[in-house]
């Protein structure tokens, strides 16, 4: 995407009003941490959660066991917390 597209999509992606996890290793040497930190701050949603991993890549599922579990435990927990929620 050029600078102009990106933003355009940053923008309408930051209109979401649903539940949004974001999970970040502040390692990543991809997409800096501090653009989810960005991007969630601008998102609609009162539901929202960044989670980050010290330490950790890009790819956390790449990482060793101990960081996969608690990427996927935190993915689980969020889910089951909208799960449970009454609308």
């Keep these: 995407l ?6 355009k999509l940053v923008s309408k992606l930051q209109t979401l009003e ?3 996890l974001l ?8 997409v800096d941490v501090a653009c989810s930190r960005e991007f969630l701050a601008g998102v609609r949603s009162k539901n929202k959660k960044l989670i ?6 890009h790819v956390l599922l790449s990482e060793e066991a101990a ?6 435990s935190d993915a689980a927990t ?3 917390l909208q799960a449970t929620k009454t609308f």
């Design 67 to 72: 960081t996969r579990e608690k990427f996927l």
């Design 52 to 57: 980050e991993y010290e330490g950790k890549a």
């Design 2 to 7: 050029d600078e102009e597209a990106r933003k």
């Design 78 to 80: 969020f889910a089951n």
């Design 23 to 30: 999970q970040h290793g502040t390692a990543d040497k991809c």
């Design 18 to 20: 649903k539940p949004l």
